[in-house]
Each structure stands twice: as structure tokens, then as C-alpha cells.
């Protein structure tokens, strides 16, 4: 930093540190940015880290820059089911457009319909066939039939330091069709395997990905 260069080159800084000195350092990055004029190229595997410490992003994988742009518009809006999942988007899924009414799209799918509030919807049509997808932690466990409520039948589940993680098949379905969900401890005791739930999935938070955005 004495030399005032132009560019920060950070090639994966944090990796084999322990929790604490990477948030030391991360803090550090974070205030050096604050004085810092120049630009900073940070590459990690850490999505969080990245989200954190950026304020753009991009996608990269074999030699190729897949989707580049402002952090919230690469995690809310990606460009391709490759790059939903390379950002932790778990749940994705195969759906048909069975109606289009303002910006409110409705969709069918294996084991039930789903309400979705794209921000294009004059680039979608009737019946074209789409992947809905949506985050494991805006997966939300529901008591009522509400809209965007699906069933589903619990598979197993796995105990984070704050949250259960869970594994469900929607039901009624032909095909095995896994939802994954991670809910705070504080929302409610830990769930049995093998029982049915109801699952509510915000539409707001779900993401249109066209079928040739492989």
C-alpha cells in the first residue's frame, strides 16, 4: 500500500485461516477500502466473503466470466442455472407458465403452483417451459394453505450452529423433486424425518431463469 498502486490483487487471502483472524482481516480490507483510491481484485470460493467485502461481482468458471454486475443483482437475478448454482442457489426447479397478468406469473410444477413476480415478464410467454428457483434460507415453513404453499415430506435434516438444515421431496410429485431449507433454531423445535410439512416459498424471493439459460 506504500507504493499507491493502482490495483489490489488479492488471489484467495483469507483461505487456511481460522474464524477469527479471517474476520480480523476482513475488517482490515473493509477499512482500507474506505481510503484506498485505487481498485481491488478479490477472487474466493467464499460467496459470503465476497458478498461482503464487494460491491460488484462476477462469476467465473473454466476461463469465462458467466454473469458480472452490481453483488444484489448477481445473487437476486442470475443470469443461468450455472450461475444460480455456483451462488448457493440450492432449489431449482423445472416450471411451465400457465398465465401472465400484469408483472404476477403463475406457474405449474411438479407438485403444485407457484406465484412469481419477474421483473421482465414481457420476455416470458404462455406455456414456455422456465426453472423457478429460489434460496434455501427464504424457504420458509408455513401452518396454512396460503398461496405459494407446498407440501412436502421431510428427508432428512443436519444441525448448523444456528439453524436446522433440512432435505424435503415435494409431494405429490412423479419424480423425486428435493427442496432444501435452512431454518433458525429460534423458529420452532427441529423437525421429525419422515413427516409432511407445509412450505412456504415467498414470491418475491423466487427467480425466473429461461430453459436455454443452462
Known amino acids: 500500500m506504500a507504493a499507491e498502486p493502482e490495483v489490489l490483487l488479492l488471489d484467495e487471502p483469507f483461505s487456511a485461516l481460522d474464524t477469527i483472524v479471517k474476520q480480523r482481516l476482513a475488517e482490515e480490507l473493509l477499512e482500507i477500502q474506505e481510503y484506498y483510491r485505487g481498485h481491488v481484485l478479490f477472487v474466493t470460493h467464499n460467496l459470503a466473503e465476497a458478498y461482503r467485502l464487494s460491491s460488484k461481482m462476477a462469476v467465473y468458471e473454466a476461463g469465462a466470466i458467466l454473469q458480472w454486475g452490481d453483488r444484489q443483482s448477481i445473487i437476486e437475478c442470475p443470469a443461468s442455472k450455472k450461475v444460480a448454482r455456483l451462488t448457493g442457489m440450492d432449489n431449482i426447479f423445472a416450471a411451465r407458465i400457465t398465465q401472465i397478468q400484469g408483472n404476477r406469473v403463475q406457474l405449474a410444477l411438479a407438485g ?17 417451459t422456465v426453472s423457478a428457483a429460489i434460496r434455501a434460507e427464504y424457504v420458509r415453513l408455513a401452518a396454512d394453505e396460503r398461496e405459494n404453499c407446498l407440501s412436502a415430506r421431510l428427508l432428512d435434516c443436519s444441525e448448523e450452529v444456528s439453524s436446522f438444515s433440512y432435505r424435503f421431496n415435494l409431494e405429490p410429485a412423479p419424480d423425486q423433486v428435493i427442496i432444501k431449507a435452512w431454518v433458525p433454531k429460534m423458529a420452532g423445535p427441529r423437525l421429525i424425518p419422515g413427516g409432511v410439512y407445509r412450505l412456504y416459498l415467498p414470491p418475491e424471493k423466487l427467480v425466473l431463469i429461461p430453459e436455454e439459460g443452462i
Not at 403444485?112 to 414456455?128: R, S
Open 112 to 128: 403444485g403452483n407457484l406465484t412469481v413476480y419477474p421483473e421482465n415478464p414481457g420476455k416470458i410467454k404462455v406455456n414456455q
